[in-house]
């Protein structure tokens, strides 16, 4: 009973301090998230997973209103989906952290929201066209420039600091490189804008 009480006392706290007004005092808190959901790829109509994983982030309400870094690290997925509408196409792909989340918590009204954005490398291997015939992409086919993915509050919707909230964004991918003979074939499939992420992160728990 005193532990529920004490750990329902420090979530208060850390709520507090995370939407509270800001000065210059404010500790950062470290809090991570269960996170899950799934990204659409608009040149192929496929839908990757996203997650399970954990999103392991900072706080920070000094100075402002409130900013926000850490680290979504996203599981390797394979997919499929058919090139030109018909071909079936698998391949496995990895999304490699290249700069840390960033991002501020933002009033709006009574609401808070979040505006954030993440920056992966996207890379594929275990490409097979109808499933059987392997296309050698190698171990290092994947896009020349990091791509960012917006990470914000729906409209309307609220982020907490405890309970998490939604978050969604639209992005481009570009071009591919080191994919060996299949280069050319991957760039005229893949890359493209209107691709979106939806992402949910719930549970949130101060970690330090």
Request: aromatic share 6%; with cysteine; proline share 7%.
């Amino acid at each position: 009973m005193k532990k529920t009480v004490l750990r329902t006392l420090a979530v208060g706290a850390a709520t507090a301090l995370a939407l509270a007004p800001t000065s210059a005092n404010a500790i950062p808190l470290d809090v991570d998230y269960d996170a899950v959901g799934s990204s659409t790829i608009a040149s192929t109509g496929g839908t990757v997973p996203i997650g399970p994983t954990v999103f392991s982030s900072t706080v920070d309400s000094a100075g402002g209103p409130g900013s926000l870094t850490g680290s979504l690290p996203i599981p390797s997925v394979t997919t499929e989906f058919k090139a030109a509408g018909f071909l079936p196409i698998k391949a496995t792909v990895h999304f490699e952290e290249a700069a840390p989340v960033t991002g501020q918590l933002v009033r709006d009204g009574r609401l808070t929201r979040v505006e954030s954005e993440a920056s992966y490398y996207i890379r594929l291997s275990n490409v097979k066209a109808a499933y059987i015939f392997p296309t050698f992409v190698g171990s290092n086919c994947r896009t020349k420039e990091p791509v960012t993915i917006p990470a914000n509050t729906p409209a309307g919707e609220t982020f907490n600091i405890v309970t998490g909230g939604n978050l969604e964004g639209e992005f481009t991918i570009g071009d591919f490189e080191n994919c060996n003979l299949t280069t050319g074939i991957i760039n005229a499939l893949v890359p493209g804008d209107g691709n979106t992420a939806d992402i949910t992160v719930s549970n949130g728990r101060i970690v330090n």
